[in-house]
Structures are given as C-alpha cells and as structure tokens.
C-alpha cells in the first residue's frame, strides 16, 4: 500500500533573473515501511523534494497524496495540522531551538496537539528521551551537547508524536562517522520496530545501499 505518492511534481523558483526548475515532473510511490534513499548532485532537487513531501512548500503542478489525503487546495492550517499529526522531521543541522532545553525542544510537536495534558506531554518526551539515551541531558541547553547528542534530540523531536513518516534531510552529514552510524542505526530500528517509513536524503553510498530502496535525481528528475 502506498502511502507517499507524487504524481507529475513540478517546482519552478523564479528570482529576478532566472527561472530554475527544481522539480521536473518527478513520480515517486513509497510504501508503508519502506525505507527510502535518495541520492543526487548538489542542487537537482533533493531538499525541495522533501520539503514537498513534507507539505513544508507546494508544488507548481502535479498532486501530493500522503495516506490516501490529497492536498490539492488545503489551507495551510490544514497542511499544519496533518503535517504535526503524521510527520516527523530530521535536519541535518539539527534545527533545535536554542533558548529552549532539551525536554522543551522535544515537547514542541506536542504542544500544538489538543487534548494532551501538560503531564501527559512530559511522559511522552521521557519515554522518548529515555529510548534515545538522552535521559540524563533532559535539562541541558543544545549548546551544552554534542553533534550526534543534538541529533538524538533532533530525532526524538521528530517522533515524539508517532508520526508515520519520517522524512530525513542529510541527518549524518554535520556527524563523524561513528556518530552517524549510531543515527543510522536509530533510525533503522524506528523503521523495524515501529513500521515508520521513512525517506532519507544522503550524499553517503553505503547508507543508502543498507536501505530499502535508492532513488537517484538528477537536474529535478528521477533517473533510476
Ligand atoms: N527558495 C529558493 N529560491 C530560489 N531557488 C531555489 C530555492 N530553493 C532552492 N532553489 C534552487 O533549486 C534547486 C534545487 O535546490 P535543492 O535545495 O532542492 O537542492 P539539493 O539537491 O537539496 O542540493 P544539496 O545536495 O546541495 O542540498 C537549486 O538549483 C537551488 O538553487
Ligand atoms: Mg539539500
């Protein structure tokens, strides 16, 4: 069953002197628990991509359908509010914020949920927290931690609330090696043991070749 399906996607930034089209008629169809590389040159279309799928921009053409919902003429507030409900993001600067500790940045995706008591949202972010090693941080600034300790605190952010999409923007590219082998391996878990699907932007082959699928772009197209 499909649960991200792109059909004829065009993106085209226009800026004062020239057009690009980032996205050029792109198909693409994930499953449900598929994990999901893509790989590509520097500017064919990879973050734009993401970001479409994410519902974070919108297409110029073409159709958007994530768990069988189109969102051909939704209201941002709609994009909002089923992007916080159903997906997860991960950056590869970590986006955290840095007024904000460690249990308050995780705790974001949830403040936005109705129906969720402040208790119940602290339980959460412990449960996740603690999955994630990060336990003993809860009450550190982001500037008082690591890399890879920022992008664990990225990534249980991203799926404190359950979403079943994780989309992943070069979440190893700011890490050493060891570091991003530890991401990688907390995010093939999530997709084992969770059934999340998620789809991945890396420069790294041998990451993408320990998925389940490579997609390759080229000039905003799908190549292979
Ligand atoms: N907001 C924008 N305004 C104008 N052009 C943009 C904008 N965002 C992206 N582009 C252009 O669209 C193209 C695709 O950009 P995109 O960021 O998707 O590339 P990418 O594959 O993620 O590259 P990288 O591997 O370097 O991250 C590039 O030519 C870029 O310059
Ligand atoms: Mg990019």
């Known amino acids: 069953m499909s649960i991200i399906k792109l059909s004829e996607i065009n993106k085209v930034y226009q800026t004062k002197e020239i057009e ?17 590389s893509i790989m590509g040159p520097s500017g064919c279309g990879k973050s734009t991509l993401l970001n479409i799928i994410g519902l974070l921009d919108r297409p110029n ?4 359908t994530l ?5 051909d003429k939704s209201s941002d507030t709609e994009l909002s509010q089923f992007r916080n409900a159903n997906i997860g993001f991960v950056f590869q600067s970590f986006h955290l914020i840095p007024a904000l500790d460690v249990a308050a940045n995780v705790e974001l995706p949830l403040v936005y949920r109705t129906g969720l008591s402040a208790r119940k ?7 996740v927290l603690q999955r994630l090693n990060m336990t003993h941080r809860m009450h550190h600034m982001p500037s008082e931690l690591s890399g890879g300790q920022c992008q664990r605190v990225a990534i249980a952010r991203a799926i404190v609330g359950s979403p079943s999409i ?16 530890e991401v990688m391996n907390i ?5 084992k043991e969770n059934g999340t699907t998620i789809v991945m932007v890396t420069h790294n082959e041998s990451q993408a070749r ?3 699928r490579i997609i390759r772009f080229f000039d905003g197209r799908v190549i292979s």
């Open 20 to 36: 690009t089209i980032a996205l050029d008629h792109v198909n693409i169809d994930v499953k449900r628990g598929e994990f999901v």
């Open 210 to 212: 320990d998925t389940d």
């Open 67 to 71: 768990l069988d919902h189109t969102f």
């Open 187 to 191: 995010l093939h878990t999530l997709n």
């Open 121 to 127: 949202r602290r339980e959460k972010v412990e449960e």
């Open 166 to 181: 994780i989309l992943a923007d070069e979440p190893t590219g700011n890490l050493d090696s060891r570091m991003g082998a």
């Open 61 to 64: 053409g073409g159709k958007v």
